[in-house]
């Protein structure tokens, strides 16, 4: 029986300490929390032009959001790593799965 987390943090990332860890549902491997690859998303894309309704303007002039994000650490994947699954949560689906997982093995939920 699954134990029930709070409606905030669903699969147990907050309850995660630094280090401890976590479960990417996107590539379903673990990492530690702490661990992530820096990626700045542009919103809206900078690359194309703004029409302000009488002439077109580079974006950049605007300031336009940059937006950080942290993706899982593991290159191959774009998954956000603060969205992660306490490795808990995953060993309770799985209680076959060991206690510290492996890094770079794919655990399936």
């Known amino acids: 029986m699954l134990k029930k987390y709070d409606v ?3 699969y147990g990332y907050d309850s ?3 280090g401890g860890w976590l479960w990417c549902f996107d590539c379903e491997r673990a ?4 661990t992530y690859r820096d990626f700045m998303l542009c919103w809206p894309d900078l ?3 703004y029409f302000d309704g009488r002439k077109y303007k580079n974006r950049m002039e605007f300031g336009d959001l ?4 942290k993706l ?11 969205h992660g699954y306490a490795w808990k ?7 076959k799965y060991p206690e510290t997982p492996e890094v770079g093995k794919r655990y399936h939920l």
Do not use: M, T
Not at 66 to 69: A, D, F, N, S, V
Not at 72 to 81: I, R, T
């Open 8 to 10: 905030d943090d669903v």
């Open 72 to 82: 899982c650490p593991y290159p191959d994947c774009g998954g956000n790593a603060e």
């Open 89 to 95: 949560f995953v060993k309770e689906c799985h209680k």
């Open 66 to 69: 940059l937006l950080p994000k």
């Open 31 to 34: 990492y530690k929390k702490g």
């Open 47 to 49: 690359r194309l032009p």
């Open 16 to 18: 995660v300490k630094e």
